[in-house]
């Protein structure tokens, strides 16, 4: 079988500002702008290029009205920093049930969507990803 994951789509009322959000939060590149839609794509020549999906945003005229069923996990080097960076842009932090131990945060972006922010990667575990 020949099936590649292609992108993401996320329902949202504006997909240019949620785009722009985006933009900011992981630093990747807009591809493709049209009226109701805007595609974003890792940067030019990075690792994730050609390999991670697309983030495809989509004008919607409903709003968000229960928990995602699906969302982005995002794993920084520093997660305290990168909550506070993505706090600055205008995601704010979500509770969504989870333990009040969790090794996550999870945060909502500026239109509802949930996402989280994991812990870093200890060195042992980033050992095993050059492998």
């Known amino acids: 079988m020949s099936l590649r994951w292609q992108c993401l789509v996320v329902d949202v ?3 240019a500002a949620a785009a722009a959000f985006w933009v900011e939060a992981l630093g990747w590149r807009t591809t493709h702008v049209v009226d109701d839609e805007v595609v974003l ?11 991670a999906p697309d983030l495809l945003f989509v004008r919607v005229a409903e709003g968000k009205s229960v928990k995602n069923r ?8 520093d ?10 842009l205008g995601a704010t932090r979500a509770d969504v049930g ?8 999870v945060m909502r972006d500026p239109f509802g969507n949930e996402l ?8 042992a575990e980033l050992a095993t990803l050059d492998r």
Request: charged content about 30%.
């Open 79 to 88: 997660q305290d920093a990168e909550v506070a960076r993505l706090e600055r």
């Open 13 to 15: 009322p504006d997909p």
């Open 41 to 51: 794509e890792p940067p030019a020549g990075s690792l994730e290029d050609g390999v």
């Open 98 to 105: 989870q333990p009040d131990d969790a090794s996550f945060v």
């Open 116 to 123: 989280c922010v994991l812990r870093a990667l200890t060195p």
């Open 70 to 77: 699906l969302h982005l996990d995002l794993r920084p080097d």
